[in-house]
């Protein structure tokens, strides 16, 4: 009679209990598998054939446990292709002076990953990296203009709008809208696909300096819009910093949102110096 190999479903683990479900036992062992580096991030997982025959159960236990490392974000259903395993989610750090204000200087370089710290690898990342333009959509009065006017104290139609999305690794990973109001805008500034730091561009565009005034943080599910650019399924949880940043003397001048890939990035609050 045959023996199932050391890892299998039926192989005691602290977190299983006599009514854990066979294919819950399975999704953890292959979830031991990633976090050993057995399966890196982007490779792909064997077939259902393949793992139903090495861990000795049937077909659909494997497609339970592979949707529920789906739900978990570990990996990723590509349909007709295959599953492969996520990358690891990005750090990204927000530090916290509150003996001081500190200037917005943009987040597309604080939320680069960081390198050489916490373990993360280090190399100069993709060239493909960056904050890009995307579009200059009209301030129209729909609800996140009208939130921005709000914000900045003003009518919609005082406000320049320009959204972007950075992308970190090689893929996208937030979807940026910024409201000003000032313009219009420079052509060249909100050209579709060009490369920058908006935070700075648009402070420069405006001739100021720009210091934080506050920040939040929540979640949303993504709508089609957003789940087009970052390229996840409508609903995807996407986090959400947005803030309002103002000139030195406390105006109100720029608001922004940013909405974020929930499965690829978690933020990372810093009160002491590191």
């Known amino acids: 009679m045959a023996t199932n190999p050391p890892d299998t479903p039926n192989t005691p683990n602290p977190a299983d209990t006599p009514s854990t479900p066979l294919y819950r036992r399975l999704a953890r062992r292959l979830q031991e598998r990633v976090d050993a580096g057995t399966y890196p991030a982007g490779t792909r997982l064997p077939s259902e054939p393949e793992l139903s025959a090495e861990f000795g159960v049937n077909r659909l236990t494997v497609r339970q446990a592979v949707a529920e490392l789906e739900r978990a974000a570990v990996v990723e259903i590509r349909r007709g292709v295959g599953t492969f395993v996520r990358p690891p989610a990005v750090r990204v750090s927000i530090a916290v002076d509150p003996r001081s204000q500190r200037f917005d200087l943009g987040s597309v370089h604080a939320a680069l990953p960081d390198r050489g710290r916490d373990g993360d690898p280090g190399g100069e990342g993709d060239p493909g990296d960056g904050e890009f333009v995307v579009a200059a959509p009209g301030v129209t009065g729909s609800a996140e203009d009208a939130e921005a006017a ?53 402070a420069r565009a405006a001739g100021v300096e720009l210091e934080y005034d ?61």
């Open 150 to 202: 709000r914000r900045l104290g003003r009518e919609p139609r005082e406000l320049f709008r320009v959204d972007s999305v950075i992308r970190l690794g090689g893929r996208p990973r937030a979807a940026c809208s910024y409201w000003v109001p000032f313009g219009p805008l420079p052509a060249d500034l909100v050209r579709p696909g060009r490369p920058g730091n908006l935070v700075l561009d648009l």
């Open 214 to 274: 506050w920040r939040a943080f929540g979640a949303v599910g993504a709508d089609l819009a957003d789940a087009e650019l970052l390229g996840v399924p409508p609903g995807t949880a996407l986090l959400v910093r947005e803030g309002v940043s103002c000139t030195p003397d406390g105006t109100p001048t720029l608001y922004v949102r940013r909405r974020i890939d929930g499965s690829s990035a978690r933020f990372v609050l810093h009160f002491r110096d590191r």
